[in-house]
């Protein structure tokens, strides 16, 4: 039985993190292992990483506006931490404004679709070993924290 006592309603959602539910939901349907809020290295913060079943990596970016998706001159430098890249945002937003050689999803908080798949550009081998490796970690911290929450890590 799983405990849901952590788990936050949709409501108390803050709207980016709401993108990013329905992101991971789509892509753990097609096998994807995901982190939100997942931090390659100092100083950036993704909001979605995706491990593939075949090892591939994807950097989602979940803009909730136009203001937020203006606001952000950060998303270059996500570029080089994944294999494909992509923006997630909901069907109101106006897309015109993302760059189109860049993933698209539309999504809401309980699902997504993949409107335009991110030109890849695959990540040099020592890249590709520390970024699994560091996902592996914090996946396996966070779900450590989840089971014994007063742990120390």
């Known amino acids: 039985m799983t405990d849901t006592s952590l788990t936050p309603t949709i409501d108390a959602l803050m709207p980016g993190q709401v993108l990013a539910r329905g992101v991971c939901r789509h892509l753990s349907a097609h096998g994807f292992a995901t982190l939100e809020e997942f931090t390659p290295d100092r100083g950036k913060r993704l909001d979605v990483m995706a ?87 914090i996946a396996a911290q966070r779900l450590q924290m989840l089971r014994d929450p007063g742990a120390v890590l």
């Open 51 to 137: 491990l593939g079943p075949k090892g591939e990596l994807w950097v989602i970016e979940c803009k909730s506006s136009r203001a937020d998706f203006t606001s952000d001159s950060k998303w270059t430098g996500y570029l080089d931490w994944g294999d494909r890249y992509f923006w997630a945002v909901d069907e109101a937003f106006p897309t015109d404004l993302l760059p189109p050689d860049t993933g698209l999803i539309i999504a809401d908080g309980y699902d997504a679709e993949i409107l335009r798949m991110g030109p890849e550009a695959k990540l040099a081998g020592a890249r590709r070993k520390a970024v699994t490796q560091r996902f592996a970690r």
